[in-house]
C-alpha cells in the first residue's frame, strides 16, 4: 500500500504532461507483466485448470483494465482527494461482496474497523476534499470512482480463493496481461504512439516505478497477501494507500496536508490492526 500510495504522485506527475489515461495503463501494466515474465524460467509452474484460468483473467480485466480506465477518467472530473476518500470504501465494498458471495464472514468488528479506516482517510484529506473550490459540476467522476471501487472489490473478494496451493506469481501475470490487452484498445484510440513520444525522461522514471515496485512487485506481494489472508483481512490495508499518496505528495509536490492528517492516518493503521487482531 505503501508503494502503491507514492504510484498516485506518478500518475498525477504524468498525467499533468500527457492526459492519456488508457496509454498510461498499458504501459504500466505491459511492462510490469514483462518484467514477471522471466521470473517464470525454470520454475516448476503448473498451469491452472482453464475454468480457474478464465476467471482469473476476468478478475484481472476489472483490476487492471477496467479499474485503471475509471479512476483516469473520474480524476478528469473530481479532484483526487475526493476519489481518495471513495477509494477508502473498498474494505467495505469487499467485505459486503465476499459475504453475500460465502468468501468471508462478516462481522460488528470487521465493520467497525473498515468504518474507522474511512474515517482516517476522510480526516486526513477531507479537508482538500470537500472544499467548495473542488466542486464538481455533475456526479459523472463520483459514480465512475465507485465503479472502479466495485472493480477493487470484486477482485479482492474472490482471488483469494483463487491463489489456494497455486503460483501466485503465474496468476498475477495472468490477470495483469489480461487486464493489458482490455486496455489496449482504449490506449490505440488515444494516440499511443504520439502518447510514448511526448514523453520525456522524468515520464519514463515515473513509468518505471508505475511498471516495477508499484505494480510488478506490490500487486504480487498484494496477491500473496490475498492468498495468506481473508478478503476483509487483507481489503483493511487499502485505505493506507490514498494516506500514503497526501504524506508523499506533500512531500514531492508541496501539496497541502491537512491539520488532522496524524490522526487520519493513526485511525487508517488502526483499521488492519483491529481486524487482524489475534486473541491468544
Not at 504524468?14 to 514477471?36: N, Q, V, W
Not at 460488528?108 to 474515517?119: H, N, P, Y
Not at 501466485?168 to 484510440?189: D, E, H, K, Q, W
Request: proline share 4%; with cysteine; glycine share 8%.
Amino acid at each position: 500500500m505503501i508503494l502503491l500510495g507514492l504510484s498516485f504522485v506518478g500518475i498525477r506527475a504524468i498525467m499533468a504532461d500527457e492526459e492519456a489515461a488508457a496509454s498510461l495503463g498499458f504501459l504500466r501494466y505491459g511492462i510490469a507483466t514483462l518484467m514477471l515474465l522471466p521470473l517464470l524460467w525454470r520454475r516448476r509452474i503448473v498451469m491452472p485448470p482453464l475454468k480457474i484460468f478464465i476467471i482469473v483473467a476476468l478478475l484481472g480485466m476489472l483490476q487492471f483494465g477496467l479499474f485503471h480506465l475509471f479512476v483516469n477518467t473520474a480524476l478528469k472530473e473530481i479532484p483526487a482527494s475526493r476519489g481518495a476518500v471513495i477509494f477508502a470504501l473498498i474494505p467495505i465494498m469487499t467485505m459486503l461482496i465476499a459475504a453475500m458471495a460465502g468468501r468471508d464472514s462478516l462481522n460488528g468488528i470487521k465493520l467497525f474497523a473498515a468504518t474507522l479506516s474511512i474515517v482516517g482517510v476522510f480526516l486526513a484529506i477531507g479537508e482538500k476534499a470537500f472544499s467548495s473550490n473542488n466542486a464538481p459540476s455533475s456526479w459523472m467522476g463520483e459514480i465512475l470512482f465507485f465503479m472502479a471501487v466495485c472493480c477493487g472489490a470484486t477482485y479482492n473478494a474472490f482471488s483469494g480463493r483463487l491463489m489456494q496451493h497455486r503460483s501466485v506469481l503465474l496468476l498475477t501475470i495472468i490477470g495483469m496481461s489480461a487486464g493489458t490487452i482490455v486496455i489496449f484498445p482504449v490506449a490505440y484510440s488515444e494516440g499511443l504512439g504520439s502518447v510514448i513520444k511526448g514523453y520525456d525522461t522524468q515520464d519514463w522514471l515515473w513509468i518505471l516505478y508505475l511498471a516495477g515496485p508499484a505494480a510488478a512487485f506490490s500487486l504480487f506481494l498484494f496477491n500473496w497477501g490475498l492468498q495468506q489472508l481473508s478478503p476483509s483481512q487483507a481489503a483493511i490495508y487499502v485505505p493506507i494507500a490514498p494516506i500514503m499518496a497526501a504524506a508523499f505528495g506533500a512531500l514531492i509536490l508541496d501539496e497541502h496536508l491537512s491539520s488532522l492528517f496524524l490522526a487520519g492516518l493513526a485511525c487508517a493503521v488502526a483499521g488492519p490492526i483491529i481486524v487482524n487482531w489475534r486473541r491468544r
